[in-house]
């Protein structure tokens, strides 16, 4: 990662099990203009048992009586399905990344050599999982979504105690619910995180409504944000209805960079284009009225007026009660050092 704030789209499972909306997706990710498009690497044998319940936002997403099991098995991506996207990435030029639910899918995606490997909020108390991606050597990003900060100690402990250093750990605030309430978003979490955890890097994975939450955590400091998105919020599928569609993650990308260039550098001095109307916009020292030389400068003699090329007001005390070192006409200014 660079100064700037990584941004991560999302597409997850939002390619509901097709190679060509994955593509799309792809494609989206491009225009919107993000670093990295990431999916989800699975396989629904090894991640839930047959009886398993779905969450609330799963079962609103469309067919209610198929288990978690059912629901997420239409959604694995083989391993000739991941190789075929990372190609589709590298002629677009986007960072193929991809999220690892266990232990099979881990050890597949550490030998594409990516440059991140993520564990997700559900994966924070797994300990062999935390290991072994410890083990790939390469950045990590923590996402803690149902966490609390003893649980987060002990993620991040294991990742170090496995030999993953801190400057390579990357802890994401996160709520996991689908929608996210703002009210639950709780960005101040990130400021705590990064207290906590010295040596870390810190961010944030939205899943609120609209692009306000990620653009303020950028504000806060964030130096990665993810966020899903689909191309169209009306399709079946769990993550569909809480994602962005295209147009909104290009104005959230671009929302994104602007706050950075709004953020600057943090000393307070005038940039070069204020420097061009500060002459204009300020003021100086004038005569308010004739002044013969000789005769004193007084309160009733000066003004302030623009422009500010003359005498700052800020010397105000200094004239007054010194003699006019020359004849000045009502509204000329004051040249006397």
């Known amino acids: 990662m660079d100064k700037s704030c990584y941004i991560i789209a999302e597409a997850g499972v939002n390619h509901n099990g097709s190679l060509e909306l994955a593509r799309k997706l792809i494609d989206a990710a491009v225009e919107a ?9 699975f396989k629904a044998d090894k991640l839930v048992t047959k009886t398993a319940a779905k969450a609330d936002y799963q079962k609103s997403s469309d067919n209610a009586g198929e288990s978690q099991h059912q629901m997420i098995r239409k959604l694995e991506l083989s391993a000739d399905d991941h190789l075929e996207l990372v190609e589709y990435c590298n002629t ?34 797994n300990l062999p999982h935390l290991r072994q991606t410890a083990k790939a ?3 990590i990003i923590l996402s ?8 987060v100690e002990a993620a991040v402990n294991v990742l170090v105690n496995a030999g993953t250093s801190r ?40 899943h609120t409504l609209g692009i306000e939450a990620p653009i303020a955590a950028v504000a806060m400091g964030a130096t990665l944000v993810e966020k899903h998105f689909t191309l169209d919020r009306t399709l079946p599928g769990p993550d569909h209805a809480a994602s962005l569609e295209p147009a909104e993650l290009k104005s959230m990308v671009q929302s994104i960079r602007n706050v950075e260039l709004a953020l600057g550098h943090g000393r307070k001095e005038p940039s070069a284009s ?39 007001p800020m ?15 009502a509204d000329e200014l004051i040249d006397f050092q």
């Open 33 to 41: 203009g993000a670093d990295a498009v990431k999916f989800q690497t």
């Open 92 to 125: 677009r030029d986007i960072q193929f990344l991809s999220t690892a639910f266990d232990s099979e899918s881990a050890e597949f995606l550490q030998g594409l050599s990516l440059p991140f490997a993520k564990i997700p909020s559900g994966e924070i108390t």
């Open 137 to 139: 050597a390469c950045p």
């Open 144 to 151: 803690t979504g149902m966490a609390n900060l003893g649980e």
């Open 167 to 206: 400057a390579n750990i990357t802890i994401l605030q996160c709520h996991t619910d689908y929608p996210t309430r703002f009210e639950d978003a709780n960005l101040k979490a990130m400021q705590t995180l990064a207290a906590a955890f010295p040596g870390t890097k810190v961010g944030y994975s939205d």
């Open 274 to 312: 204020e420097l061009k109307i500060l002459p204009i916009a300020r003021k100086s020292i004038v005569a308010l009225r004739p002044i013969q030389q000789g005769g004193k400068f007084s309160e009733d003699n000066l003004c302030v007026k623009r422009p500010g090329s003359g005498i700052s």
């Open 315 to 329: 010397r105000w005390d200094e004239l007054i009660g010194r003699p006019s070192n020359r004849d000045y006409v």
